[in-house]
């Protein structure tokens, strides 16, 4: 199946119109649209057969039309899928669909898509006017399903598969963000406590007269350190934060070499490279299951991946296959894909069932994702603890000390 062509991106209409008119029946009918001018919305009710007897603007939709999510994405693919199935035009599909979204955004990209379908554009052309929402998964099996009459089970099986990856996604979202959100909190109470607390004993502790513990005049001496650096050390972190973001965007060396390190951090490291076998495997499966050639199916895959490593080595396995060689053979020379996945792809191609079993491949490993993220959080929860009771109980043991000393000398 040939790669459908890619359009250029069209920004979303900006303007919300309320129309009032009569359908085919006569009867009265009144609804919004989202659109670019007051031509689109007469072009696009003319479309639906409906007359119009009144048009009225009521405001720009700029910034609160919200963020567009995979979610929301999934949901338009089941709901399509549902109207289709029920034998549903699907240009009324989309009215019907348009009508359900409750996000503004959402809403103007469904009547973007019903304004190319009804001036003539298939779904999958229509789509692929939208890159940013819709992937080159989607519009493959869209395409795929306008061809072989199988949209609405094509559609069923992008949900799902969006499903099933955004559940992925997730877990390892929790992998990581809540060792990070503890250990900012934990570094949080400590700057407050150098900052603002330690100063006040500072004050108190200038009339002792009295050489203090070492413990006390450390503590002290962050303590200063913190107040004077303190905004630095924040500028700092920021500046991290950005120069990384912005290293992963432009620089594809810095991102490849920055994956390959968190491919090697302990726990965490396990927990991202079972995700990318399994996403590899699960997009695979998708794809090649719906009638896309192997070839451009990798293709797909590499990119699902989220991990540079991956990606290169899904490459390779791309270019080895290209030349004859099987994809589990093909795998293999990486080194890089676990010898359970390409025993089961291997054992996949020669039953001809490839795509079932890359199915259970990525079944298998996201089972192991959701194993290793309830194993790393039983971890670091005592650890956790441990940690914020050594910085914080140290702090405040440090600063009693003198006071226990001042009393045992009395």
């Known amino acids: 199946m040939a790669v459908p062509k890619r359009y250029p991106a069209r920004p979303v209409t900006q303007s919300r119109w309320g129309w009032v008119g009569k359908n085919t029946q006569g009867q009265r009918v009144r609804g919004n649209l989202v659109a670019g001018s007051r031509q689109e919305v007469e072009t696009l009710l003319r479309n639906q057969r409906i007359t119009v007897s009144s048009i009225r603007r009521r405001g720009r939709v700029g910034g609160g039309m919200g963020r567009i999510t995979p979610r929301d994405i999934m949901l338009f693919a089941r709901q399509m899928a549902t109207m289709i199935r029920a034998g549903v035009p699907i240009l009324q599909a989309f009215q019907v669909v348009a009508e359900s979204m409750k996000k503004p955004a959402m809403n103007a990209l469904v009547q973007e898509l019903i304004s190319d379908v009804g001036a003539g554009a298939s779904f999958s052309e229509a789509m692929q006017r939208h890159p940013r929402h819709f992937d080159g998964l989607f519009c493959n099996l869209v395409a ?22 955004e559940s992925l996604k997730a877990r390892v979202k929790k992998a990581l963000w809540y060792p990070t959100a503890v250990v900012v909190v934990g570094l949080g109470v400590t700057a407050l406590l150098l900052i603002k607390v330690v100063p006040q004993f500072e004050s108190l502790f200038h009339g002792f007269g009295a050489e203090l513990p070492a413990m006390t005049r450390m503590t002290l001496t962050l303590s200063a350190f913190a107040q004077q650096y303190w905004w630095w ?15 992963l965007k432009g620089s594809g060396r810095f991102a490849y070499r920055l994956h390959a390190v968190s491919l090697r951090l302990p726990v965490i490291g396990q927990i991202l490279d079972k995700a990318a076998v399994a996403r590899y495997s699960r997009t695979l499966a998708t794809t ?9 199916a990798l293709d797909t895959a590499a990119g699902a991946t989220g991990n540079r490593v991956y990606e290169r080595a899904v490459g390779e396995v791309r270019e080895n296959v290209a030349t004859g060689q099987q994809l589990h053979f093909a795998m293999r020379m990486t080194e890089r894909f676990p010898p359970l996945a390409v025993q089961m792809v291997g054992i996949g191609e020669e039953a001809g069932s490839l795509d079932a079993m890359l199915n259970r491949v990525a079944d298998y490993y996201e089972e192991e994702v959701d194993n290793r993220v309830d194993t790393l959080t039983s971890l670091l929860e005592p650890f956790i603890m441990v940690v914020l009771g050594v910085l914080v109980g140290g702090l405040v043991i440090s600063m009693y000390l003198p006071i226990f000393e001042l009393g045992s000398v009395l």
């Open 233 to 247: 050390g924040l500028l700092g972190m920021v500046v991290l934060g950005l120069c990384i973001r912005q290293g």
């Open 144 to 165: 795929a399903g306008e061809q072989s009459g199988s949209l609405d089970q094509m559609l069923d099986r992008v949900a799902t598969y969006k499903e099933k990856v």
């Open 288 to 296: 090649f299951a719906a009638g896309v050639p192997l070839i451009e």
